[in-house]
């Protein structure tokens, strides 16, 4: 069965912390991992990876993907009050041909002023 | 806006009731999908589309749900009967077939119902 451990499930920091939100997974039939900042709404889309040791950056976000150890993390630098949130971990998962994203329970973020 | 949109937004219900919901996707987008989140937890998978076609439905889905894709355009998601345990946040997301790796799911702002 998938499995998507995310840690920590929470944390609280203060502004100009560096966080860094873990993830690790166990799918049938991976093909890329996604990560998502949800606040009170939808998950909003951040970042695809697909290739092992390929660094996406944002801004201040940036997310790399280890395929051989079957983890991600996600780095958030100089944290901002509005960097506050739920950030989910997703890998996609082919078995059955949908490709349907696997969540974790997500990482709850807050920073504090 | 050319998001994803879904309506309506909340639904109070009485246990036995049946609810539908509606999700419009973004028009160029082929796949859809539909996730159930509940407090505490990320979304789970309960079923796909690919155009018309429902090409995959997870266990979770009872066989009090049900969902259409008719013209592959706008989807909907009907639970008969409802029962506490359905209350949750119910959210679609759609995204455009797109290589090997896929591409990025757009969701919805969801659906949240409340069964009483």
């Known amino acids: 069965e998938d499995k998507v451990v995310q840690s920590p499930l929470s944390l609280v920091v203060h502004e100009g912390d560096t966080v860094t939100l873990n993830c690790s997974y166990e799918?049938?039939?991976?093909?890329?991992l996604l990560w998502y900042k949800q606040e009170k709404k939808a998950p909003t889309f951040l970042f695809m990876l697909t290739s092992s040791g390929i660094e996406k950056k944002s801004g201040r976000l940036s997310s790399i993907l280890d395929k051989k150890e079957l983890f991600s993390i996600l780095n958030i630098t100089a944290t901002q009050t509005g960097d506050s949130a739920v950030y989910l971990c997703?890998?996609?998962?082919?078995?059955?041909?949908?490709?349907?994203?696997?969540f974790g329970k997500g990482t709850k973020l807050t920073v504090n002023p | 806006d050319t998001g994803v949109s879904q309506d309506p937004r909340h639904k109070i219900t009485k246990r036995g009731q049946n609810v539908t919901f509606r999700c419009d996707p973004i028009?160029?987008?082929?796949?859809l999908y539909w996730y159930r989140q509940t407090l505490g937890q990320g979304p789970e998978f309960l079923t796909y589309f690919q155009n018309e076609a429902q090409l995959e439905k997870s266990r979770l889905l009872s066989d009090r749900f049900s969902a259409e894709r008719p013209k592959g355009s706008f989807s909907t998601l009907e639970i008969q009967r409802t029962e506490q345990g359905d209350s949750a946040m119910y959210l679609c997301?759609?995204?455009?077939?797109?290589?090997?790796?896929?591409?990025?799911?757009?969701f919805g702002p969801g659906t949240r119902l409340t069964v009483t």
């Open positions: 997301a759609s995204s455009l077939s797109s290589g090997r790796a896929g591409s990025e799911q757009y």
């Open positions: 997703a890998p996609r998962d082919l078995q059955g041909g949908s490709e349907k994203l696997v």
């Open positions: 028009s160029e987008h082929n796949r």
């Open positions: 799918v049938t039939n991976f093909r890329s």
